[in-house]
């Protein structure tokens, strides 16, 4: 009778199935992530554009002079700042190289700014309905933020 051998180890065709469903499982996780870092970019761009709505109406209240919030979408950016003067409140750039990563804004009003007067009222006379809506995306997500004459706001995804 030939002696027994044991096999001791894995054979190539074991190793090769494992570290296939490895790598499958590792590209399914880097494209969820991938979604996720994108919704997080434009939520965190929608919550900051609301918060600056209301800087600029409390800064406006506060010293009575007007607040202009103006939008440079070409850039990827805007700047809150008081009107007729080069002070600058606020200014937020957008893209790979700031802060927040954003392939597009779009500010949805006529003349791409918004005013809030030395009361704290905003013209909305250039906006297509009651409320002034600001887009913001990144990749495939996309947040708009709604806001109404005195700077409140609603960030809903799109």
């Given at each position: 009778a ?8 894995f ?6 199935v494992?570290?296939?469903l490895?790598?499958?499982?590792l ?13 997080v ?5 929608a ?16 010293s009575?002079v007007?607040?202009?919030i103006?939008?440079?979408?070409s ?25 927040i ?6 500010l949805?009003?006529t003349?791409?700014s918004?005013?809030?007067n ?6 909305l006379s ?12 990144s ?8 806001f ?5 706001s609603k960030?809903?995804?799109t």
């Amino acid at each position: 009778a030939p002696a027994m051998r044991t096999r001791r180890g894995f054979t190539l065709i074991e190793i090769l199935v494992v570290l296939m469903l490895i790598g499958v499982g590792l590209t399914y996780a880097a494209l969820s992530f991938g979604g996720y870092f994108q919704r997080v970019a434009a939520q965190r761009a929608a919550e900051v554009f609301a918060r600056d709505l209301t800087t600029a109406r409390g800064f406006a209240t506060r010293s009575r002079v007007p607040v202009v919030i103006r939008f440079y979408e070409s850039a990827l950016r805007y700047e809150v700042e008081r009107q007729g003067s080069t002070t600058d409140i606020a200014v937020r750039r957008f893209g790979v190289n700031a802060d927040i990563d954003l392939t597009g804004i779009t500010l949805e009003f006529t003349g791409d700014s918004v005013v809030f007067n030395s009361r704290g009222f905003a013209d909305l006379s250039g906006a297509a309905g009651a409320l002034g809506t600001a887009t913001f995306s990144s990749g495939a997500a996309r947040y708009t933020v709604s806001f109404n004459s005195m700077g409140a706001s609603k960030i809903d995804r799109t």
